[in-house]
């Protein structure tokens, strides 16, 4: 009976460990998730079975670079929502180290901004964790195979964050692209350039 | 500051005059001084020098004798400035005669931010603003593992080659001890 328990221990040690260091890289198969919508609404991504994909944006209020993007996130969900790829942001900042990320000051930003896609509060931060999110805006392009979403791009949107109209490689919507029409991604990782998730002190 | 008290129920009339008058040739010497100490601060601050990715690369290969601490931050970026008053320290202590540089990435058009923010810390160490948007085609030759967030810092010996990348704040005493992993 003691040495079930020690394995058991043990085993529950390694699952604890592989936990923490694993993230999703491309082509991993993202398991499901749950998180309170600004609404108030549960939101899960197995909501999004009857889509082709979905483009996950960890995102927040209060990053310069979040702000500076802010426009071109809620232009992608215009573009790709139709067409089977719906937008679903994601802000995962403890609000005791950044207040302006708070459930309220979400909720806030997304009526004044007209969201018409979700945006999740990941309080226990295990979301941005299981993802391997680490800047906002971090963007994860999942793609919808059978009955699972995998990952088929991570990174960045574009390749100049000051100036939209500037950028030459516009890197999520070259990825969405590719998807819709049956082609490989040419560029499926680049680096989210942006501000630190603010993790809880712990 | 008890210069310009005036006690009504003690002070006569004339003394009350006397102490203004005093108190106004006691509050231009210290405007002057004040004046003085900005104008002489403005002129002592130096200006953040707009470069290219080529300028950082000079630097990330540079063969000079100096431990050479590389220190990413933006005027946004608030563990950033946390972490300034300790690069500066490093730099005016020059304890490990190390070169220390400091890569503003703010946008080139908000150069003139950076230097007012220069000039009202005081500033000393060189202040280099990278004008390069596209931070995919050049971030990975400053270090493969860096995320793209900031606070980050390069600390390098040109001489051995050894390396340190951080990205995170730095701590009291966390430079030192990296310059000091170089040897």
């Known amino acids: 009976m003691k040495k079930v328990k020690i394995l058991g221990l043990v085993g529950l040690l390694l699952v604890l460990l592989s936990a923490k260091s694993f993230k999703y890289e491309v082509g991993d198969a993202v398991a499901d998730f749950k998180l309170k919508n600004v609404d108030g609404k549960m939101v899960a991504l197995s909501d999004y079975k009857s889509g082709k994909g979905v483009i996950v944006i960890f995102d927040c209020n209060t990053c310069p670079y979040s702000k500076a993007y802010n426009d071109r996130i809620i232009s992608l969900n215009k573009k790709y929502a139709a067409k089977g790829f719906p937008v679903i942001t994601i802000n995962a900042n403890d609000p005791q180290i950044s207040p302006g990320d708070s459930f309220e000051a979400m909720a806030s930003q997304a009526k004044r901004k007209n969201y018409d896609f979700p945006y999740l509060i990941d309080e226990s931060q295990n979301v941005a964790k299981s993802f391997g999110a680490t800047n906002t805006p971090h963007v994860f392009v999942l793609q919808k195979s059978d009955d699972k979403f995998e990952v088929a791009y991570i990174g960045t949107i574009d390749n100049n964050s000051r100036d939209a109209s500037a950028a030459t490689k516009k890197y999520v919507e070259e990825a969405v692209d590719a998807l819709l029409a049956g082609k490989s991604i040419g560029t499926t990782n680049t680096k989210a350039i942006g501000c630190t998730i603010k993790w809880r002190n712990s | ?183």
């Open chain 2, 1 to 183: 500051m008890d210069l310009y008290k005036v006690d009504d129920t003690s002070c006569s009339k004339k003394t009350d005059i006397l102490m203004h008058s005093k108190m106004r040739v006691w509050g231009k010497l210290i405007m002057a001084v004040t004046v003085f100490f900005f104008v002489e601060k403005a002129l002592m601050a130096q200006s953040a020098t707009v470069i290219r990715f080529d300028e950082l690369q000079k630097i990330l290969q540079t063969k000079s004798d100096q431990i050479q601490v590389l220190n990413f931050w933006a005027l946004w970026c608030a563990p950033c400035i946390k972490e300034l008053p300790l690069l500066e320290k490093l730099n005016t202590e020059n304890r490990f005669n190390a070169k220390i540089t400091l890569i503003n990435l703010d946008y080139a058009d908000k150069v003139e931010k950076v230097n007012e923010f220069i000039a009202r810390k005081n500033i000393k160490s060189e202040v280099l603003l990278l004008d390069e948007i596209d931070y995919n085609s050049w971030i990975d030759k400053v270090d493969r593992g860096w995320s793209g967030a900031i606070p980050a810092t390069l600390v390098f010996n040109p001489k051995t080659g050894k390396r340190k990348f951080v990205e995170k704040e730095l701590k009291e005493g966390e430079i030192e001890k990296l310059i000091a992993s170089l040897n």
